[in-house]
């Protein structure tokens, strides 16, 4: 059985559960507008989103794909027949979603370390943990789940423990008798 946490870094717990969930809900979203990127960027559409330049404050501008790109080319390494190339100016939001999701992934990583190291938890708790930056929705569900249960934990184990600072009483001592 692994060890508990102690009551003492109960705080520190609250702590790191709140962080995890605000870097869950944000990842979350990160992930579902990536993947919208995505599907607009690899599938026949092809567009990628850009602000400001010549289409205005945000507008779509079509990605030139090669000439023999077949859509199984996107997903074989090191061929050099399709290439796609975005032909929009401005800031390509795109790509900035890609990145920033990327970064705050890092961020997400760190906060599901915290909570992790905190509870002391299985090892394979925590890759489900991971998992939910990268598969779309499960940011969502492991924060509701993982904040029911933690905080079911706590107040249990609270309940349970006497508060650290209540006095114990001590054991009375004998009374000398007078004859």
Same mark, same amino acid.
């Given at each position: 059985?692994?060890?508990?946490? #102690?009551?003492?870094?109960?705080? %520190?717990?609250?702590?790191?559960?709140? &962080?995890?969930?605000? %870097?869950?809900? @944000?990842?979350?979203?990160?992930? /579902?507008? /990536?993947?919208?990127?995505? @599907?607009? #960027?690899?599938? +026949?559409?092809?567009?990628? =989103?850009?602000?400001?330049?010549?289409?205005?404050?945000?507008? &779509?501008?079509?990605?030139?794909?090669?000439?023999?790109?077949?859509?199984?080319?996107?997903?074989?390494?090191?061929?050099?027949?399709?290439?796609?190339?975005?032909?929009?100016?401005?800031?390509?939001?795109?790509?900035?979603? =890609?990145?920033?999701?990327?970064?705050?992934?890092?961020?997400?990583?760190?906060?599901?370390?915290?909570?992790?190291?905190?509870?002391?938890?299985? &090892?394979?708790?925590?890759?489900?943990? %991971?998992?939910?930056?990268?598969?779309?929705?499960?940011?969502? @569900?492991?924060?509701?789940?993982?904040?029911?249960?933690?905080?079911?934990?706590?107040?249990?184990?609270?309940?349970?423990?006497? +508060? %650290?600072?209540?006095?114990?009483?001590?054991?009375?001592? +004998?009374?000398?008798?007078?004859?």
């Amino acid at each position: 059985m692994p060890a508990q946490p #102690k009551l003492a870094s109960f705080p %520190a717990i609250r702590s790191a559960l709140k &962080f995890y969930q605000i %870097a869950a809900v @944000i990842t979350g979203i990160g992930l /579902l507008l /990536l993947l919208a990127e995505m @599907i607009l #960027k690899y599938t +026949p559409i092809h567009l990628e =989103l850009f602000a400001g330049g010549s289409g205005g404050f945000l507008w &779509f501008a079509p990605v030139i794909v090669g000439a023999d790109c077949q859509w199984f080319s996107l997903f074989i390494p090191n061929l050099d027949s399709c290439e796609l190339i975005p032909t929009g100016d401005g800031v390509n939001i795109s790509l900035a979603i =890609l990145v920033i999701h990327g970064w705050f992934y890092v961020v997400y990583l760190f906060a599901c370390f915290r909570v992790w190291s905190l509870m002391r938890w299985h &090892f394979g708790r925590f890759i489900m943990l %991971a998992l939910g930056g990268v598969v779309p929705f499960l940011s969502f @569900i492991m924060e509701i789940r993982v904040a029911r249960e933690v905080k079911t934990y706590l107040t249990g184990r609270e309940a349970a423990e006497p +508060p %650290a600072d209540a006095e114990t009483p001590t054991p009375a001592t +004998p009374t000398e008798h007078t004859r």
